[in-house]
């Protein structure tokens, strides 16, 4: 009876190791959500073109990547599929860099580019707080996107979307 005392105490700092060693710290995780959103596009390399975009983004679960397609709508249409890699900032930011192609057709020129071409997409994804909303931003890079020449397009898009 006399060791009774000794033996709670060492068995109770045994499991206190014990759960202590087991533990993961928290970190944050890439915005959870595939989501579909809509909002402005500004093309800036053929003379400052305004449109549309439409968003979507599917979001892989454990997993940093995302399969993400953009329409952009102005004096001509173009579509941008691409595969991204999400860094997590905080629990509702994430930044990526997506690549992919820039499929654009047609005679007038769209924010990115009259013709299919290699793209780059760098963007930031928000998640409010509390809600199924998520802001949105992010460029468009393409890579030889014009039939009369080698140039490179860029474009800007933002806007605000609905996580599903």
């Given amino acids: 009876m006399k060791y009774l005392p000794s033996l709670v105490v060492l068995l109770g700092a045994g499991a206190m190791l014990s759960v202590g060693m087991s533990t993961q710290p928290a970190?944050?995780?890439v915005a959870y959500g595939s989501y579909v959103g809509i909002g402005p596009v500004?093309?800036?390399s053929d003379g400052p073109q305004l449109g549309g975009v439409i968003a979507f983004r599917y979001k892989l679960l454990e997993s940093p990547i995302s399969f993400r397609a953009q329409a952009l709508i102005a004096d001509s249409t173009a579509i941008v599929p691409t595969v991204s890699y999400d860094v997590?900032?905080?629990?509702q930011t994430d930044i990526?860099?997506?690549?992919g192609l820039a499929l654009a057709s047609g005679e007038n020129s769209s924010p990115v580019g009259n013709k299919i071409?290699?793209?780059l997409?760098?963007?930031i994804d928000y998640v409010v707080p509390n809600s199924n909303t998520v802001l949105f931003g992010n460029a468009i890079?393409?890579?030889d996107a014009y039939r009369d020449g080698s140039g490179t397009a860029l474009s800007l898009q933002g806007g605000v979307g609905?996580?599903?």
């Fill in 42 to 44: 500004v093309g800036l």
């Fill in 88 to 91: 997590p900032l905080n629990w």
């Fill in 96 to 99: 990526y860099l997506g690549a």
């Fill in 27 to 29: 970190q944050a995780q």
């Fill in 162 to 164: 609905l996580r599903f």
């Fill in 121 to 123: 997409q760098p963007g």
């Fill in 141 to 143: 890079i393409a890579f």
């Fill in 117 to 119: 071409s290699f793209a």
